[in-house]
């Protein structure tokens, strides 16, 4: 093993967000000891939201590409799948044979089923080591990197998953573990791959108690110079406390891609060198999004004449699980209360009066503030349509005479008031309000 080198990394500008439920990504841009762009998904693999999945393999019969798998960019893998974000894995073959087949270097499952296995003799061995240690995901997400078990296709530990291997373990336990291996070949001085190239690189890593998977990608673009091996390595064990890591394939196969939690778009989120490469395999990355907006409140914004025994409902945003409820007479209301349902019976409502409310989606860590939505209650007699002071015959033919009218329409005119329930046209919503007013001067609240 080559010793590990001091780090040299001072923070400069960083950037934190949580995308996802259980995903945190940051965002660094370093100047010492050169430009970098650096990516750092980290993934919390105790959320029951996250789930992954290494590219399969070709369908065995008929297997039109010859190969164990085909190329494929990792945004176009992404997307494939509907996941949220998705990583450059293996080496492969490089350049694929025309039909877009290639074989992977190093083990490789993909939803429990192995397709390549370890190699004892990578043709790369400047910088691929014989049987190259392997991350296993298994389907609960317990995840730890293990050897080569009994046989080429299995594991020293656990049963292959989603399985994936690079060149070496860069992290052991907490230490920086290059490996010696002999120096590129034609280069003048020898180099060695591990320590003196400086390029774009693939990392992935755990957390010593095993719960967070670090997801790493240092550009060679956009104004980013990369890093070597040993370099990241050590910013991985020294920053982010990474405990065992592999380095996965780098130069122009690096490739992180996310899909925007808002529009669902997914994009290329690192500058990739070359432009985004079709690779042999990606893993993709499943979390739930935050929660979206709660929609079409009713009462809606800006109703008026609305009963004092009204209801409250919405549309639930997509990806909510339950909201916070806030209500009341001062904007934005007080809180009510969390809720699974879509409707809140707030009791009866003062006549005359403005109220405001707003309906804050949630959904684990995540809270969505809603907007704030107002109506106001209708004034007392509300059913005395002909302003004698009670509810009476002439009332109820003027609601007879409106029912099925669309208020919107210019020719209604005199129907607004029959519309007691606010919802656009006079229907039997309408009458259901009305006939417990129907009694004279006696009238119910809210009448």
Same mark, same amino acid.
């Given at each position: 093993?080559?010793?590990?080198?001091?780090?040299?990394?001072?923070?400069?500008?960083?950037?934190?967000?949580?995308?996802?439920?259980?995903?945190?990504?940051?965002?660094?841009?370093?100047?010492?000891?050169?430009?970098?762009?650096?990516?750092?998904?980290?993934?919390?693999?105790?959320?029951?939201?996250?789930?992954?999945?290494?590219?399969?393999?070709?369908?065995?019969?008929?297997?039109?590409?010859?190969?164990?798998?085909?190329?494929?960019?990792?945004?176009?893998?992404?997307?494939?799948?509907?996941?949220?974000?998705?990583?450059?894995?293996?080496?492969?073959?490089?350049?694929?044979?025309?039909?877009?087949?290639?074989?992977?270097?190093?083990?490789?499952?993909?939803?429990?089923?192995?397709?390549?296995?370890?190699?004892?003799?990578?043709?790369?061995?400047?910088?691929?080591?014989?049987?190259?240690?392997?991350?296993?995901?298994?389907?609960?997400?317990?995840?730890?990197?293990?050897?080569?078990?009994?046989?080429?296709?299995?594991?020293?530990?656990?049963?292959?998953?989603?399985?994936?291997?690079?060149?070496?373990?860069?992290?052991?336990?907490?230490?920086?573990?290059?490996?010696?291996?002999?120096?590129?070949?034609?280069?003048?001085?020898?180099?060695?791959?591990?320590?003196?190239?400086?390029?774009?690189?693939?990392?992935?890593?755990?957390?010593?108690?095993?719960?967070?998977?670090?997801?790493?990608?240092?550009?060679?673009?956009?104004?980013?110079?990369?890093?070597?091996?040993?370099?990241?390595?050590?910013?991985?064990?020294?920053?982010?406390?990474?405990?065992?890591?592999?380095?996965?394939?780098?130069? %122009? @196969?690096? $490739?992180?891609?996310? !899909?925007?939690?808002?529009?669902?778009?997914? *994009? &290329?989120?690192? =500058?990739?060198?070359? #432009?985004?490469?079709?690779?042999?395999?990606?893993?993709?990355?499943?979390?739930?999004?935050?929660?979206?907006?709660?929609?079409?409140?009713?009462?809606?914004?800006?109703?008026?004449?609305?009963?004092?025994?009204?209801?409250?409902?919405?549309?639930?945003?997509?990806?909510?699980?339950?909201?916070?409820?806030?209500?009341?007479?001062?904007?934005?209301?007080?809180?009510?209360?969390?809720?699974?349902?879509?409707?809140?019976?707030?009791?009866?409502?003062?006549?005359?009066?403005?109220?405001?409310?707003?309906?804050?989606?949630?959904? %684990? @860590?995540? $809270?969505?503030?809603? !907007?704030?939505?107002?109506?106001?209650?209708? *004034? &007392?007699?509300? =059913?005395?349509?002909? #302003?004698?002071?009670?509810?009476?015959?002439?009332?109820?033919?003027?609601?007879?005479?409106?029912?099925?009218?669309?208020?919107?329409?210019?020719?209604?005119?005199?129907?607004?008031?029959?519309?007691?329930?606010?919802?656009?046209?006079?229907?039997?919503?309408?009458?259901?309000?009305?006939?417990?007013?129907?009694?004279?001067?006696?009238?119910?609240?809210?009448?």
């Amino acid at each position: 093993m080559v010793a590990a080198a001091p780090s040299s990394h001072l923070r400069a500008a960083v950037t934190v967000s949580q995308p996802y439920r259980g995903v945190i990504r940051i965002v660094r841009t370093e100047s010492q000891p050169r430009p970098e762009n650096i990516n750092i998904i980290e993934i919390d693999l105790t959320d029951p939201g996250v789930h992954f999945k290494l590219s399969p393999a070709n369908p065995p019969s008929p297997n039109t590409y010859s190969n164990e798998t085909r190329v494929q960019t990792t945004l176009d893998y992404m997307n494939q799948e509907s996941a949220q974000l998705a990583v450059n894995v293996h080496f492969f073959d490089f350049p694929a044979n025309n039909n877009g087949g290639t074989n992977l270097t190093g083990i490789a499952a993909s939803l429990g089923n192995v397709y390549s296995a370890f190699d004892p003799n990578p043709v790369l061995s400047y910088a691929i080591v014989p049987n190259s240690p392997a991350l296993n995901i298994a389907a609960d997400n317990h995840s730890e990197i293990v050897a080569r078990g009994a046989t080429d296709t299995s594991l020293a530990s656990g049963v292959p998953f989603n399985t994936l291997s690079g060149s070496a373990q860069i992290i052991t336990n907490g230490q920086t573990t290059i490996p010696n291996v002999p120096t590129k070949p034609n280069t003048d001085p020898p180099l060695h791959w591990y320590t003196d190239q400086i390029a774009a690189r693939t990392a992935i890593g755990l957390s010593q108690d095993g719960n967070t998977l670090f997801v790493f990608t240092v550009d060679a673009a956009g104004g980013s110079q990369g890093m070597s091996v040993i370099e990241m390595a050590d910013f991985l064990r020294t920053q982010y406390n990474v405990y065992n890591a592999l380095n996965l394939d780098g130069g %122009g @196969s690096t $490739t992180l891609s996310m !899909a925007d939690p808002t529009t669902h778009v997914g *994009s &290329v989120i690192n =500058a990739s060198s070359g #432009g985004p490469r079709a690779v042999g395999s990606s893993l993709a990355i499943f979390a739930e999004a935050a929660p979206l907006l709660a929609t079409a409140p009713n009462p809606h914004d800006g109703a008026t004449g609305v009963v004092t025994s009204a209801t409250l409902s919405w549309t639930s945003g997509s990806y909510a699980t339950s909201r916070d409820v806030y209500f009341g007479t001062v904007t934005p209301g007080t809180f009510q209360g969390n809720q699974a349902s879509t409707t809140y019976d707030p009791g009866t409502l003062s006549p005359a009066t403005i109220y405001y409310w707003r309906i804050d989606e949630k959904n %684990g @860590s995540f $809270t969505t503030t809603g !907007a704030v939505w107002s109506f106001k209650t209708a *004034s &007392v007699p509300r =059913a005395d349509f002909d #302003g004698d002071g009670d509810v009476d015959q002439t009332d109820f033919g003027h609601l007879q005479n409106c029912f099925f009218v669309d208020i919107s329409v210019p020719t209604s005119s005199g129907c607004e008031d029959a519309d007691l329930t606010g919802s656009g046209n006079v229907d039997s919503a309408d009458f259901t309000t009305f006939l417990p007013c129907f009694g004279g001067a006696n009238r119910p609240p809210g009448c």
